[in-house]
Every structure is written in C-alpha cells, then in structure tokens.
C-alpha cells in the first residue's frame, strides 16, 4: 500500500515516534498529569490568570526548561522559557491595554482555551492548546485562524437558532 520495503516503513515508524516522545514525552511516563486531576486543573487555571493579566514571570514559572511556543500556521517558533517570555512580552505591548478572555475547552485530551480579544467588540483570537508534561507546561500551540470560534463559520448558527 505505501509502496515503500519493511525496513523504510519501519524507520518512518520510529523516526514518528521518536518525534512524538519529544513534542508530548513517553506515554508511558509518571511525570504525565492525570487528566482533570487536581494537579492538572490548578495548571490550567494558573495559565489562563497569566496569560489574561499579562504576568509573564507567573507564566514563565509554569514552564517546562525545554518549553516551546508554536503558532500554526505561522512558520516560526519559539524554544525555552526567555524566547517565549520576550515573545509574550512584545505580544502584550502591542496588545497595549487590551486583554485577552479564554474560554476553557480540550483538544485532542489536552486542555485548550478559546481566545477572545475582549474590548468594546470582542473579538475571536484564536485557539491555545497546552500541552503538559512534569507538572507543568511543556509546549503552547496557538492557532491563530479565529474563524471556527464564529457560529458563521458553522453554517451561521446561533444560540436564538440553536
């Protein structure tokens, strides 16, 4: 079917899984919250009052020491807690006094929040999903086509036709 040996679709498999193990760790590890746990809640709950206050430092705290931030579709990233941090910072100077409001949700079995830029006209942000690993936060993904936050994006529905 992949018209390709055994031995070449093997290392692919590998060479996936390797890359799996280093964006999420091993499946298998202790140091992975328990899903809604406690632990896991109170993380969550710590990022989302960081990240809406723009407490960059508090934000910092709860990431991993090979941390990421990535922003699909958007070429670039940024690796380790100082990138990241100057990243939030510039990112909350533009913003000027602006502030974000997440909306707790889940993808994919990791915690998400919806983001809205709040204001006279609020307006859709994009998607943030956390990914967790040693108790704390390990990578940030921001997707930042906003359109499926709108109910137009979903045939125009709204709560009056809902």
């Keep these: 079917m992949l ?7 093997k290392g692919l498999l590998q060479r996936a899984r390797a890359s799996l193990r280093r964006t999420y760790g091993d499946p298998g590890s202790t140091d992975v919250l328990a899903s809604g746990s406690a632990e896991e809640v109170e993380l969550v709950r710590r990022f989302a ?15 991993t020491d090979d941390a990421w931030l ?3 579709p958007a070429p670039h990233e940024y690796h380790g807690p100082a990138a990241i941090a100057e990243f939030w910072r510039v990112s909350a100077a533009w913003r000027e006094d602006r ?12 915690p998400a929040f919806a983001c ?4 006279p ?4 942000a994009g998607l943030i999903v956390l990914t ?14 906003a359109r499926w936050l709108s109910p137009e994006y979903f045939g125009g529905a709204t709560d009056e036709a809902t």
């Design 132 to 145: 967790l690993g040693g108790g704390r936060i390990r990578g940030v993904t921001r997707f930042m086509d």
């Design 49 to 63: 009052e960081g990240f809406t206050t723009d407490d960059i430092d508090g934000l910092v705290a709860l990431l």
């Design 99 to 110: 502030r974000f409001r997440l909306e707790a949700t889940g993808v994919n079995r990791q």
């Design 3 to 9: 018209e390709t040996t055994p031995v070449a679709a």
């Design 121 to 124: 006209v609020e307006q859709p």
């Design 116 to 119: 809205h830029l709040a204001g």
């Design 70 to 72: 990535a922003m699909p």
